[in-house]
């Protein structure tokens, strides 16, 4: 039994698109209406038959939902708030998709007093954007967190694990601060430094860029697929995590450093103990299923 | 028509037991000889039936080639060319795989004199280590770069790439000082980073080993397979490569800092300017094909 009959998304694009096509999969019986601010975008979900109805307001798209989720970016949950605010049920459950949690929190409730608000953050998601990215599978064996504070009523919070374990994900609770801790290691510092390798490379003088992107097999190209993402997404991800994204950099800039002066002095014992203590990571992740065990993502095989 | 009837391979582990497999399917003519300095890794090789001769010593092994293919981490190359230069029939070609090529040309030189020797590096490898590892295709569509110095008879140069070619490569011909420097960015600082973040995850006291990588899907997995690459080679690779990789570095260090800087103060511009720049850079590496199209490295896929 789906948890939810009528199901509103405002934001169309690789998350929320993915949720209306999960939701199509795994929830036949419920109704899906959506918006998105771009008008291009709606008329896109419109002609790929995403929803049942894509109204030209967030208002009316949240008119008569028992879940309203929100998949904007997060420095955009705040005005999303406010757009639907007037518009929302009492009744109505909202989370969001944020890939920080504690600035959305405090914007949500802010906006929307009294609301029973339950924030999610599904770890999943490609370079790609825009609703014809998204597919149904996306979140299929991934963890999707829940950052419910003290005001969240438990059942609300079932209510809404349960959703994401119907569309495939593993579901755990979690602080929003220690959210943001964690996300700031596992996917934030990565990104900002995908994205900083990337334009390093693009900038060099001697270096054409033809010969980056010719020899990249070497490793690079691993790099540029997160340095793909979403601009608009990342940039306010990094503004709303600040303070943990500024921590994690200040620790990896010291470990960078102790590596640097590795090489710097022929210390290869260093090098050698650290390379051997990540090898372990990683056998640790794949064991775990959160990666493919073919070497080279498979690639090879293609 | 292969270019060598007699291929001897000093070094047996991913990219050395790749080329006897290539060489088996390729050039069906040709004779295999090989060592390794491990024994169990040369019983490995002679279970796996990779060579047609896998004698006990490198002296051996190279007594009767046409083409010596030193197949060891850079660090090694100096000892392997001295273990062969007394056996090293005077008209074979002397070539490597060195992810270095300054450092080990040298090295080559001064223990094989008067050798004829094109020094190789193909672009291609996995995270996984040892003769179990290789596989036959793993230089197709790659490229092999050539870093011949004024001493090379073009003859021979051509020879060497025209073995790469017969084995799925596409060939490149460099100095040897450019090849280190676009290597340093392409491949080197990559790993650098991916091995210090993925150290520095595993370093926190708020944030448990378990949770990177339960939550490794944001991201941060995609670095964990370039840091399970082979802890020897890479120490080495860095030892050897220190100039150019410390040049590297510095520069990366400057970018992160200016958008650590953007963070801080809140310029959200300066970030996505970045951002959308590095989407480019994904797109035209997948253009030219040194990439899979598929999103998320097609692991959604499986």
Redesign the interface.
Same mark, same amino acid.
Not at 186 to 203: E, K, M, Q, R, W
């Given at each position: 039994m789906a948890p939810f009959a009528r199901v509103a998304l405002i934001g169309l694009g690789l998350i929320g698109s993915s949720i209306a096509r999960a939701v199509r999969e795994h929830m036949p019986g419920a109704t899906l209406t959506g918006y998105d601010a771009d008008a291009k975008v709606r008329a896109r979900a419109r002609e790929l038959g995403l929803l049942d109805q894509a109204p030209s307001s967030a208002a009316e798209a949240v008119a008569e939902a028992d879940l309203v989720i929100l998949c904007v970016p997060v420095?955009g949950m705040d005005a999303a708030a406010a757009e639907i605010a007037a518009a929302l049920p009492p009744a109505a459950i909202v989370s969001d998709v944020g890939?920080s949690k504690a600035s959305v929190a405090t914007a949500l409730r802010q906006r929307l007093p009294g609301a029973r608000i339950v924030p999610a953050h599904p770890?999943?998601?490609?370079?790609?954007s825009g609703p014809d990215?998204g597919?149904a599978? #996306?979140f299929?064996g991934?963890?999707c967190?829940l950052t419910p504070d003290e005001e969240a009523a438990p059942a609300d919070v079932e209510a809404v694990a349960e959703f994401w374990r119907q569309l495939g994900a593993k579901v755990?609770i979690m602080d929003a601060k220690?959210h943001d801790?964690?996300?700031a290691?596992?996917?934030?510092?990565? &990104?900002?430094?995908?994205?900083?390798?990337?334009?390093?490379?693009?900038?060099?003088e001697?270096?054409t860029?033809s010969?980056?992107? *010719?020899?990249?097999?070497?490793?690079?190209?691993?790099?540029?697929?997160? =340095? =793909?993402?979403n601009?608009?997404m990342?940039?306010?991800i990094?503004?709303a995590n *600040?303070e943990a994204?500024?921590d994690?950099?200040q620790?990896? &800039?010291e470990?960078?450093t102790m590596?640097?002066r590795a090489?710097?002095w022929?210390d290869?014992d260093t #090098?050698?103990e650290?390379?051997?203590?990540?090898?372990a990571?990683?056998?640790? #992740?794949v064991e775990?299923g959160?990666?493919?065990a073919?070497?080279?993502?498979?690639?090879?095989e293609?």
């Open positions: 420095g890939s770890v999943a998601g490609t370079e790609n990215a597919f599978s #996306l299929r991934r963890w967190i755990e220690h801790l964690v996300l290691v596992t996917s934030h510092l990565p &990104h900002l430094i995908a994205y900083t390798i990337v334009g390093t490379a693009s900038d060099l001697e270096v860029e010969e980056v992107i *010719k020899y990249s097999a070497g490793g690079f190209r691993d790099f540029t697929r997160i =340095a =793909a993402s601009p608009t990342w940039r306010d990094f503004l *600040k994204v500024l994690m950099l620790r990896f &800039h470990d960078l590596l640097q090489i710097r022929d290869g #090098l050698f650290l390379f051997t203590r990540t090898r990571i990683r056998r640790g #992740l775990q959160q990666d493919v073919r070497p080279d993502f498979g690639r090879s293609g």
